[in-house]
C-alpha cells in the first residue's frame, strides 16, 4: 500500500518550458487536491478534484492546469513556467471530510 | 482576513514543558477539524482529529470551540521531538456539498533541552 505518490521529487526547469507533476494514490479516495508551498505563505491550494473527471479551482489556479481522467490520478501542468512558480508542491488524496493523506511533494525550481 | 488564523510563533519553551496553542477559523458552517504535524518542509502528516466533545492521544489534548470559532492544542511534558510546525485544518462547505480543507499558516515550536 504506497499511498500518496507524487513524481518527480526534483526538477529544474527553465522559464516558458512546460511540465507535468504526477501524484497517484491507491486508497480510493474520491478527493485529490494540489498545493504548493512557500517560506511564510503555508499550504495554498491550486486546484482540487471531487471525483474522477471533474476539477475544480482553489486559492491560486493562475498558471497551472489538471486533469482527473482517472480516479486514483491527479496531474498538475504548468503550461509556461514562471519563477513565481518555483515552490514545493504537494498533492493529497481524502475522503469527503476526513482527514488528507499528502505525498512527499515535488521540489520545483525555475531558472 | 484570512480564514484560518495561527499565531506563527515560534513557540520555544524547554522540555517537560506544557504547550498550547490556539487557531481561529471564519466560517460557522465549518465542518470538520484537524492538527497536522510538518516537520521541515517534509509532507505534513496528522496529529489528530478534533472532535466537538474534546479528544486525548497521550500528551497531546484537542479541543473545539464552536461558539467562539477555534480550535486548541495542548502537549503536555513537551520533548525535543515535539519540534514541528503545527498546522490547523479546518474543511469548509464549498460548492456542490463539498468540503474544502483550508490550512492555517502553522505555528512553529522550538522545544529545547
Known amino acids: 500500500n504506497a499511498g500518496v505518490t507524487q513524481t518527480p521529487k526534483f526538477r529544474v526547469l527553465k522559464t516558458g518550458q512546460s511540465m507535468t507533476l504526477l501524484c497517484a494514490q491507491d486508497?480510493?479516495?474520491?478527493?485529490m487536491y494540489w498545493y504548493r508551498q512557500d517560506p511564510g505563505m503555508g499550504l495554498r491550494l491550486i486546484h482540487y478534484s471531487v471525483g474522477e473527471g471533474t476539477t475544480a479551482k482553489g486559492e491560486v489556479p493562475d498558471g497551472y492546469n489538471v486533469s482527473r481522467l482517472k480516479k486514483q490520478n491527479f496531474l498538475l501542468g504548468l503550461e509556461s513556467a514562471a519563477p513565481s512558480q518555483t515552490s514545493v508542491y504537494f498533492c493529497a488524496s481524502s475522503y469527503l471530510g476526513q482527514p488528507q493523506h499528502f505525498g512527499d511533494g515535488t521540489r520545483l525550481s525555475i531558472l | 482576513r484570512k480564514e484560518v488564523e495561527q499565531d506563527p510563533g515560534p513557540f520555544n519553551v524547554p522540555e517537560g514543558a506544557t504547550v498550547a496553542f490556539n487557531c481561529t477559523y471564519s466560517n460557522s458552517a465549518s465542518q470538520s477539524f484537524f492538527w497536522y504535524r510538518q516537520d521541515c518542509r517534509k509532507e505534513p502528516k496528522l496529529l489528530m482529529s478534533v472532535y466537538s466533545s474534546g479528544n486525548e492521544d497521550g500528551r497531546f489534548t484537542a479541543q473545539l470551540n464552536r461558539a467562539s470559532q477555534y480550535i486548541s492544542l495542548l502537549i503536555r511534558d513537551s520533548k525535543l521531538s515535539d519540534s514541528a510546525t503545527y498546522l490547523c485544518v479546518v474543511n469548509m462547505g464549498a460548492s456542490g456539498g463539498s468540503y474544502i480543507p483550508t490550512f492555517g499558516r502553522g505555528t512553529s515550536l522550538i522545544v529545547h533541552p
Open positions: 486508497m480510493n479516495h474520491e478527493y
